[in-house]
């Protein structure tokens, strides 16, 4: 019974996942989260309660929210009981989380942060930063990473009227490279 049980609740979550969107099947799941958000994953831990978003967060596809340490089952009490550890992660507002991301137990992460792909935070990470790397490190003011991407990067703006994706990536390669001379 509990393999057709596991059987329809991946079915259910799936439909609700699909029907409702991501932000939706992460509420129902317990994740707290603001507004405006764009998040691309499904998994988000066993204990999705325990994780904060804020407002006008991209948490993009393979990030992972950690918010146990299951190491601790190699310590035993005098019964022979393993310990417990677990944390809260707090993600503030216009946070952008890049792909394939960890954040470890008890993180929070400020406002106005970008997490540079395939890192791991594992320490608290201030607002207006950039971090990136294993483990996550801050580089840069989010202030500079500002102004690096006005002038090199092209706006959606300056895109407008091209109708088709690849036409309008060709074209932003072909602004960039300008930008660059």
Request: hydrophobic share 40%.
């Amino acid at each position: 019974m509990s393999f057709i049980r596991a059987v329809f609740n991946t079915v259910f979550d799936l439909t609700y996942f699909f029907a409702k969107g991501s932000v939706a099947y992460a509420r129902k799941k317990g994740v707290t989260i603001g507004h405006n958000c764009r998040i691309y994953i499904r998994s988000w831990g066993s204990e999705p309660f325990l994780v904060t978003i804020g407002d006008d967060v991209t948490v993009t596809s393979g990030v992972k929210f950690i918010t146990h340490d299951g190491s601790t089952c190699l310590v035993k009490d005098e019964q022979g009981e393993r310990y417990q550890r677990f944390a809260r992660i707090t993600v503030g507002s216009q946070v952008f989380i890049g792909v394939n991301s960890i954040i470890m137990p008890g993180v929070n992460i400020g406002s106005n942060v970008v997490i540079g792909a395939g890192s791991v935070v594992t320490k608290d990470i201030p607002d207006n930063t950039v971090a990136i790397g294993v483990p996550a490190k801050v580089v840069s003011s989010f202030d500079a990473y500002h102004a690096k991407i006005k002038a090199t990067c092209v706006s959606d703006t300056e895109l407008k009227g091209i109708q088709g994706y690849a036409e309008r990536v060709q074209h932003a390669i072909e602004l960039q490279n300008q930008k660059q001379l």
